[in-house]
């Protein structure tokens, strides 16, 4: 009998566990948001974040209270003999939560370690040419966003990609919006919506556009979302991500619909800060 008490006392404080970390995290999170945004941090931000200073303020006040979470919370690590510094995390960190001001209360919340390479960097993959051959190639990357707990940077990417905002190419929107699509656990080029948007119209809108891509590349069209979107359903939404956060005047143009659909989805309006 005694046993059979401490068993359930056990299981009680477990469930009780569970029903009170959502809410626990939430306060420290609220808690943190809040905190003084320290002087440092705010020129690094003015000086690596080019749209900075374009925020509303209280755009740029929720920025910083994502940004101190996000730090707090996840782990960066230095590969191929380099040291992370404060200017490095802080960097990432503010374009990172860019993706975070339509306020969902989510933190790449399968992210757990960010780890920087000084530049390119290279992996062995295994390709298979046929039914019965396959093939290791070696390959560089600036980027990658795996769907557990790891995202890959390459500093000297991160550091073109600020000096170089309006070209429509920028690593940390393009690893961190891949981060948003696996949120469920897998890559499709879906990710979770809000009660404001309906899955058939964003499959209907990104289909269209997608294709619309793809026909424009294979006819060696000039496009101003990145060629490299024609890759697949996943790649197309965080090609789609940088060019609305970089190129948004000229995606509003040509491709209004898309436009329209990730502003809702990102409740943001880039066009209010050119």
Request: with cysteine; proline share 4%.
């Amino acid at each position: 009998m005694f046993k059979a008490i401490i068993i359930f006392l056990i299981i009680g404080l477990i469930i009780t566990v569970i029903f009170l970390s959502p809410v626990l995290r939430k306060k420290r999170r609220s808690r943190m948001q809040k905190r003084m945004f320290p002087a440092l941090w705010n020129a690094i931000a003015e000086n690596n974040l080019p749209i900075y200073l374009r925020l509303s303020p209280a755009e740029r006040r929720r920025l910083q209270g994502h940004m101190q979470v996000f730090l707090a919370e996840k782990e960066f690590i230095g590969c191929g003999g380099l040291q992370v510094t404060e200017e490095m995390k802080l960097t990432i960190a503010a374009v990172a939560c860019l993706l975070l001001l339509n306020e969902r209360g989510e933190y790449f919340p399968k992210l757990r370690s960010i780890l920087i390479y000084p530049g390119t960097y290279f992996v062995n993959q295994t390709v298979a040419i046929d039914n019965y051959i396959v093939e290791e190639r070696r390959d560089a990357r600036l980027g990658e966003s795996w769907t557990k707990d790891q995202l890959i940077l390459s500093w000297q990417q991160v550091q073109g990609d600020i000096h170089n905002w309006r070209d429509g190419h920028n690593v940390v929107l393009h690893e961190f919006a891949h981060q948003l699509d696996q949120e469920d656990g897998k890559a499709e080029g879906v990710p979770i919506l809000s009660g404001q948007l309906d899955y058939g119209i964003w499959s209907r809108v990104m289909t269209a556009e997608y294709q619309q891509l793809c026909h424009d590349v294979q006819q060696g069209v000039e496009t101003v979302i990145d060629s490299y979107g024609a890759t697949n359903p996943a790649e197309f939404f965080a090609v789609s991500t940088e060019t609305f956060f970089e190129k948004p005047q000229q995606l509003l143009q040509l491709h209004p619909a898309l436009y329209e659909l990730l502003k809702k989805y990102y409740q943001l309006d880039p066009m209010q800060w050119i």
